[in-house]
Nanobody, 116 residues
Framework: VQLVESGGGLVQPGGSLRVSCAAS????????MTWSRQSPGKGLEMVSV????????VYADSVKGRFTISRDNAKNTVVLEMNSLKPEDTAVYYC??????????WGQGTQVTVSS
């Protein structure tokens, strides 16, 4: 199982960024996928979940209306589009495969920094 995130970087407040996760080594289309984030001094926060078919998504209140999760089961990728970014969105963003009750695989993370 391998999850590889990409697309992080530095963006100004109010800007947009897109992070992607490429999955391999398992049947991607049968798993829910999540994006989580962790910033210094804070715990891990799950920001979004997308169900296997992509028909259902869930967002944390902190990102609702600003972030959009999507997946392409043909390409084994899951994407998080982030708009209206705030300094408090600064974190390392992780992609994970969701098992029955918890994540069962994690990527290495990609840094997102929101700063002027």
């Amino acid at each position: 199982v391998q999850l590889v995130e990409s697309g992080g970087g530095l963006v100004q407040p109010g800007g947009s960024l897109r992070v992607s996760c490429a999955a391999s080594g398992f049947t991607f289309s049968t798993y829910s996928m999540t994006w989580s984030r962790q910033s210094p001094g804070k715990g891990l926060e799950m920001v979004s979940v997308i169900y296997p078919s992509g028909s259902r998504t869930v967002y944390a209140d902190s990102v609702k209306g600003r972030f959009t999760i999507s997946r392409d089961n043909a390409k084994n990728t899951v994407v998080l589009e982030m708009n209206s970014l705030k300094p408090e969105d600064t974190a390392v963003y992780y992609c994970s495969r969701w098992g029955q009750r918890s994540p069962t695989a994690w990527g290495q993370g990609t840094q997102v920094t929101v700063s002027s």
